[in-house]
């Protein structure tokens, strides 16, 4: 591996944004992550709607781009192939470790363990593009995260975000239907709590200095076993695009 994908580990482990457990539930299901049939084969399958999006809503080729909670990398590899220059966060370091081995060379990312609450001050408006993609979901305090992004990005920057709706057919699809009877995520991945409806995902943005400009929802077809975007169903997984205030 090439320097920039193997950047040097530091984190700072106290009062971090992720619980203990979140924490160890990822890293025991490190070395599965770049499994497409696996335990996130969902992430793999949505990958492509998650970058059709980013680049309708702005053009990460060739730009500086954060993505936290990068996990194995999905995301961060793509984004990377349309030419990007890309730093990648994530607290679990067994999965960063999964992520470092498995990028090419060629690719423009440097990894790290590291918490965006810590990260963000000391690289104030460095970032043209953030991403947080399936994260929110996982912390206590979705707020002090989304103040993290729009402080990392430039005035004029975009930040895009990903979760999981808070209503009872979320609950039905995102955790019986994705965890217990069709196996598409882990177990115990997700906490119908931390869901955040889109109205309150869209104040928060908007308590940080970042203005919503468009959404779309993610939706899953039992039938075909494909994923596509819907603008008019944000019902169970949905993005959303801000463009931070200049």
């Not at 192939?81 to 440097?110: F, N």
Request: proline residues 5%.
């Amino acid at each position: 591996m090439s320097p920039k994908n193997r950047s040097t580990t530091s984190q700072d482990t106290t009062a971090s944004s992720a619980s203990p457990e979140e924490l160890a539930h990822f890293n025991q299901l490190a070395r599965q992550w770049w499994d497409s049939d696996g335990p996130f084969a969902s992430l793999h399958a949505i990958n492509p709607l998650r970058m059709a999006f980013i680049e309708e809503h702005s053009d990460p080729g060739d730009q500086a781009v954060l993505d936290v909670g990068c996990g194995g990398g999905i995301l961060a590899e793509s984004l990377a192939r349309s030419g990007a220059k890309v730093t990648a966060l994530d607290l679990a370091e067994d999965v960063i470790e999964v992520a470092r081995e498995h990028a090419p060379e060629y690719l423009d990312i440097d990894y790290r363990v590291a918490d965006v609450t810590r990260f963000a001050p000391e690289h104030d408006g460095e970032f043209d593009v953030v991403t947080c993609m399936e994260m929110l979901e996982h912390v206590d305090e979705p707020q002090s995260i989304i103040d993290a992004l729009a402080t990392a990005v430039r005035p004029g920057g975009h930040v895009f975000l990903s979760t999981l709706n808070r209503n009872a057919k979320s609950w039905l699809l995102g955790i019986v239907a994705a965890e217990y009877v069709l196996g598409m995520v882990p177990k115990g991945t997700h906490d119908h709590g931390h869901f955040i409806r889109p109205g309150e995902l869209a104040r928060m943005g908007r308590r940080a200095g970042l203005r919503p400009i468009a959404s779309t929802g993610i939706v899953y077809n039992p039938l075909t076993r494909e994923f596509s975007l819907n603008d008019r169903d944000l019902d169970v997984n949905y993005l959303m695009a801000f463009v931070k205030e200049s």
